[in-house]
């Protein structure tokens, strides 16, 4: 794959900063950065270079710079990067030089991974992976993204669709003999179904995980939930410690759906204030309250809050983890003792209770995010598994039907097995991975 554009972008973010860091990647990097720094540095070291507008020498920062000669880098291109003093001015003006050096042109989301993918630098869970690094928030997140841009599910899937490739070819060759008319094809059918077979186990109990590694991603979501004013909003600020829902004393105060996201242990969690819930002929509170039951039909646990004296909400039938938070504890002296049901007491004025409250939460997470590394971190790659296991099952059902046929559902098998790396159909799932990317990445 040679590209002839040259692209550049900065990869530090767009803020004021120390540094800032502008990435050059294409046939014209080495050139781009002679222009600018005058003379090209040795190979993968930092050097100190004035850079100067090629156009008019106006001087544009004192840097340091790096030259990465192709293949061996990040793109699988030639590479620049330019390490500027991170003012706004400074990035600016070199920017605006890179843009009017002939075949540059600024980079899109993700343009330099998208062309290391291409370059066969990285293969597309592994693309998947540098942009689940760069959102992780918790360490959960991070270790996960790190497993698999180290290629624990591209080994794993090449490991699969190298036995399926196997399995194809014995089929094919059983295909030859047929059509040379001497067959007893009975005893390569037994091995290969049973080749087939376990190899369907392997893959089916790799999606056994209760989707714990998509999960991870996403995030465990916690919805309070109750009547208004059961001081959902306040408890939400003093779980997260910040200020981010309106409280009043007037009932109906909240509206829209209100998210805090919180490192709980390492588990990413995101906690939602809602609208109490009660009958209402008011629309923009009764659209609230859709919202409310909107969210806390999508929730992983429900916080029901009841206030002294208040009712616990209903939630309709869910067969969602909930638990009974009973609020406001500082009003009444012996609320605070362990009720027989279980509930947790809290009270947000003087944070009695908070920390059993978080420690309660920090467990269902983890019960609910599961131990253990999973594989699968995305919707897309258990697709491709389970279509995998679709052509696998319509083989292995299909027993003692025509080798052809045992051949194309392999065929289709691998195929699938091919798109978590990105074998096949790279270009589209390319277009949407990236079009959520970084500048610069
Ligand atoms: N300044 C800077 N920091 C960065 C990056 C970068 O591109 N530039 N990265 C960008 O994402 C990440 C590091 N990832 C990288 C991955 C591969 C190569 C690379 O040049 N690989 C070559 C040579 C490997 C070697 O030196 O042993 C190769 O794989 O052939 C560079 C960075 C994070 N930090
Ligand atoms: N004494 C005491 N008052 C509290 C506590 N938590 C909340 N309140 C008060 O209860 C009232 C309602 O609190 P909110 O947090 O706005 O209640 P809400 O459930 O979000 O109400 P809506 O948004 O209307 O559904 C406010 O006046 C709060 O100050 C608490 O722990 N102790
Ligand atoms: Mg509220």
Known sequence: MIETETLFAPASGFGRAAV????????????????????????????????????????????????????????????????????????????????????????????????????????????????????????????????????????????????????????????????????????LDAALFGRADALR?????????????????????VVLAGEPNAGKSTLLNALSRRDVAIVSDMPGTTRDAIEVRLDLGGLPVFLVDTAGLRDTAEPVEAEGIRRSRARIGAADLILALVPPGGTTPDLGASAIRTLTVHTKADLFADSLEPSPSGAIAVSARTGAGLEALLDAIQSEAQAGLGTGDALVTRARHRAALEACITHLDRLLTGEGALPELAAEDL???????????????????????????????
């Open 20 to 187: 800032s860091v502008i990435r050059v990647s294409g046939p014209a990097a080495g050139h781009v950065l002679a222009a600018l720094g005058g003379t090209l540095p040795p190979p993968r070291r930092l050097s100190l270079r004035t850079l100067r507008d090629p156009g008019d020498g106006t001087e544009l920062d004192r840097a340091l710079v790096a030259w990465f000669p192709g293949p061996d880098t990040y793109s699988g291109e030639d590479m620049a990067e330019l390490h500027l003093h991170g003012g706004t001015a400074v990035r600016m003006g070199v920017l605006t030089a890179l843009a009017r050096m002939p075949g540059c042109r600024a980079a899109g989301p993700g343009a330099f991974t998208r062309r290391a993918v291409l370059n066969g630098r990285m293969d597309l869970a592994e693309a998947e992976a540098v942009a689940d690094l760069i959102d992780a928030e918790t360490e959960g997140q991070r270790r996960q993204a790190l497993r698999q841009l180290d290629g624990a599910l591209s080994r794993q899937v090449a490991a699969w669709r190298e036995e399926a490739i196997d399995c194809l070819a014995a089929a094919e060759a059983a295909l030859d003999f047929a059509d040379e008319g001497d067959v007893d094809d009975a005893g």
């Open 201 to 221: 186990q392997d893959i089916a109990k790799a999606l056994q995980d209760g989707r714990r590694g998509e999960r991870l991603r996403e995030g465990f979501s």
């Open 411 to 441: 065929r289709l098998a691998v195929r699938s097995l091919g798109e978590v790396a990105g074998h096949v159909g790279v270009e589209d799932v390319l277009d949407r991975l990236f079009s959520g990317f970084c500048i610069g990445k």
